[in-house]
């Protein structure tokens, strides 16, 4: 089946700590794994991605790790500051000849930032 | 530049009523897919219009029908609606053949209660 799914529904972090946030993939077909940051009243927004043939990979502030043997992904949060409170979701996708493909999200970790 | 627009914000139906709504791409988008979000949960693939045709579609009933306009705007359509259809409906636009094709900017959703 397809199916991507949390391990932790909440989570509550000092400001200035790190936060890690994982999720666990069941399709070893997917290209594509990406990690979502959704506000409240808002659309889900890009944050950053990592290619199947890809370990680790680094953006601003935030590291996002793949481990295919076991199928799970995780996302850190250095320095995690009060914006940073939001519910993050985990996708994947298989692309399709012509570029298609529908993204497959988790159900959400909620991150909460304690000042 | 305006990024992906959603009409309603909000909408109050009965059950067995259809509804429309409606989404605007992003400037220089052409491809346009819907999700499906209740409470919760992550969103789910309904499916994706490019050039006018569904070319993508996930597990969902024939009471959800879509349509792409010539300029790339897209409606949903539900028909019969059921309680179970009260969720938050996003949009999100991608640009054929260019950049990644997870690269789905997402608007900031429609927010359907079905009484």
């Known amino acids: 089946g397809e199916s991507v799914g949390l391990h932790l529904p909440t989570l509550s972090v000092q400001e200035g700590d790190n936060s890690i946030i994982n999720c666990a993939y069941s399709n070893s077909a997917s290209d594509y794994f990406i990690w979502y940051k959704q506000e409240s009243g808002k659309g889900p927004q890009f944050i950053i991605d990592i290619r199947s043939n890809m370990d680790k990979r680094q953006g601003q502030r935030v590291t996002v790790l793949l481990n295919k043997t076991v199928k799970h992904l995780s996302l850190q949060i250095a320095a995690t500051q009060p914006g940073d409170s939001a519910v993050y979701f985990c996708?994947?996708?298989?692309?399709?000849?012509?570029?298609?493909?529908?993204?497959?999200f988790g159900q959400g970790t909620e991150l909460s930032v304690k000042p | 530049d305006a990024g992906v627009t959603q009409s309603p914000t909000h909408l109050i139906k009965t059950r067995g009523q259809q509804v429309t709504l409606r989404c605007s791409p992003k400037s220089g988008h052409d491809t346009v897919s819907w999700y499906q979000q209740a409470l919760g949960q992550g969103p789910q693939f309904i499916f994706q219009?490019?050039?006018?045709?569904?070319?993508q579609r996930g597990n969902f009933p024939d009471r959800f029908s879509g349509h792409q306009f010539p300029n790339y705007s897209s409606e949903l359509n539900v028909n019969a609606l059921l309680l179970g259809d009260s969720a938050l409906y996003l949009c999100?636009?991608?640009?054929?053949?260019?950049?990644?094709?997870?690269?789905?900017?997402f608007g900031p959703g429609t927010r359907l209660t079905v009484t």
């Open positions: 219009y490019y050039e006018e045709e569904e070319r």
């Open positions: 996708a994947e996708i298989k692309t399709l000849p012509q570029r298609r493909g529908k993204l497959i």
């Open positions: 999100a636009s991608s640009r054929q053949g260019a950049g990644d094709p997870y690269e789905q900017y």
